[in-house]
């Protein structure tokens, strides 16, 4: 069986292509006993961030609002705790507020959190490209922000199956 997305070979009965990380089934809902058909449990909240760490480089397929948000939450906190330690520890360049642990994260988060970005946009049916809205000043920023706080695109659109719900 072909992926309908990068046309690769993928096993039958594949919830998700191994090459472009896109879905390939429907959609399966969290019911009241708060496990899904598969009989697994809801992502945690911190789960999200480490899903995206683990999708490394991957600017395929879609994202929901859940990872988006949760990845940018404890990336923030994870940030924020480590220019604290930079801080107390003598770490911060002078004149400039730039620690060397934090300076550190960001550089080996950046990929990661430019992928989530990017899924994000999928999920919404933007390009990722549309990322370079950001070199608007303020308008930029608060357009992205826009756009990745609405909802899913239902169903499928081209860059795959909407997300909610499936973990594979």
Aim: proline share 5%.
């Amino acid at each position: 069986m072909l992926c309908p997305f990068c046309k690769e070979e993928i096993a039958d009965g594949a919830i998700k292509c191994k090459h472009c990380q896109s879905m390939l089934a429907s959609p399966v809902d969290v019911g009241a006993s708060g496990q899904n058909e598969a009989g697994t449990q809801p992502m945690p909240p911190w789960g999200w961030y480490f899903e995206v760490i683990k999708k490394y480089a991957v600017f395929g397929g879609r994202a929901q609002r859940s990872e988006y948000w949760y990845f940018l939450l404890f990336n923030a906190v994870v940030c924020y705790s480590l220019f604290g330690v930079d801080y107390m520890t003598g770490l911060v360049h002078q004149g400039t507020t730039l620690g060397l642990l934090s300076s550190l994260y960001n550089a080996a988060l950046l990929i990661p959190g430019t992928a989530v970005t990017v899924r994000r946009l999928h999920d919404v049916n933007r390009s990722g490209w549309a990322l370079l809205i950001l070199l608007i000043p303020i308008v930029g920023a608060i357009i992205l922000i826009v756009w990745t706080a609405k909802d899913s695109q239902p169903g499928i659109n081209k860059y795959g199956l909407n997300p909610k719900g499936i973990r594979a």
